[in-house]
């Protein structure tokens, strides 16, 4: 389970295979194939809501292996996602419900959300492989993929498998298979999993319009898209990936690193307003704000 989101430019690579996802009927499926994509209105890519992590739970956090540099690294990293939800991260020794490795030969991946739960024990449920043991500074792309994978350990899916990503970016099969193969050895499968493969609506609780900023994205070669469109690195989180974890985990307080990213500044960039808007800014359970965003986001689907 590996991606090679960075390993082009010669860093590090990122992303990964939410390889399994625990459909609504509890039943864990391999992701399905199809190009259903929707009407292309504005509607981040979050798992369904039963993968969602409950509003202020205290998500532990544990190494399988890994130095002290690679630790801070995630530590330093685990903050930016941090400040923005209400979800609290803390290291324990062993067996959390995030289990870290760093392994160099296993790539970057993660599981989403709470299917960490069904993760034995005693393996990872998400791998860092191209964390850098002996500089203690951070670079980007470094950042980048730990940014990438905790946004899978909260329920984000790849922003580029986005049916919203329908006449912005369209891969070309044959040229995307070829150059996963030779930049990073992937098969077949895995890149129709993790690149070709559009969520199914039914596979997700929302989705905004497509942004090519988010860190949920992979850089992409013009040579592989029908549009000729590339996508750099995107190392820091987007604005549109703060606003939908902020509705996700709303938090009744704000950081006081983050004061101006308001639930309403997050749901005015997302585009939801009128009663809506008026009903999610009256209440302040964050279980009804997730609730009432997830149904705005459908309503918005079907319009
Ligand atoms: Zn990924």
Excluded at 150 to 173: I, Y
Aim: overall charge negative; glycine content about 8%; charged content about 20%.
């Amino acid at each position: 389970m590996a991606d090679g989101r960075d390993a082009r430019a010669g860093q590090v690579s990122s992303g990964c295979m939410p390889v399994f996802i625990p459909l609504s009927n509890g039943k864990i499926e391999e992701d399905e194939d199809g190009e259903n994509s929707d009407d292309g209105q504005p509607y981040a890519v979050v798992a369904p809501d039963c993968n969602l992590w409950e509003n202020y739970s205290r998500i532990t956090f544990s190494f399988f292996d890994g130095n002290g540099i690679q630790r801070a690294k995630v530590h330093r990293a685990i903050l930016k996602w941090a400040m923005y939800i209400n979800l609290t991260f803390v290291e324990c020794q062993s067996g959390g419900d995030i289990r870290i490795g760093f392994d160099e030969a296993a790539g970057s991946w993660s599981t989403v959300g709470t299917f960490a739960r069904m993760v034995g024990l005693n393996e990872p449920t998400m791998n860092l492989g191209w964390i850098n043991a002996e500089t203690e500074s951070t670079i980007p792309a470094e950042e980048g993929v730990i940014l990438h994978e905790f946004g899978h350990a909260l329920g984000l899916l790849h922003e580029h498998q986005s049916p919203a990503r329908h006449g912005v970016l369209t891969f070309n099969a044959t040229e995307t298979i070829r150059d996963f193969r030779i930049a990073h050895s992937w098969t077949h499968d895995m890149v129709e999993e993790s690149v070709l493969h559009v969520w199914n609506q039914s596979e997700l609780s929302s989705h905004s319009r497509f942004d090519t900023r988010s860190i949920m994205m992979y850089s992409i070669p013009g040579t592989i898209t029908e549009e000729g469109n590339t996508i750099q690195n995107n190392n820091v989180l987007s604005d549109l990936d703060k606003a939908y974890v902020i509705l996700y985990y709303p938090r009744s307080r704000r950081d006081e690193l983050c004061q101006e990213w308001t639930i309403s500044r997050a749901l005015e960039l997302v585009g939801v307003d009128g009663e809506p808007q008026k009903n999610i800014l009256k209440t302040e359970n964050p279980d009804s704000i997730r609730q009432m965003f997830i149904q705005w986001n459908e309503n918005n689907r079907t319009v």
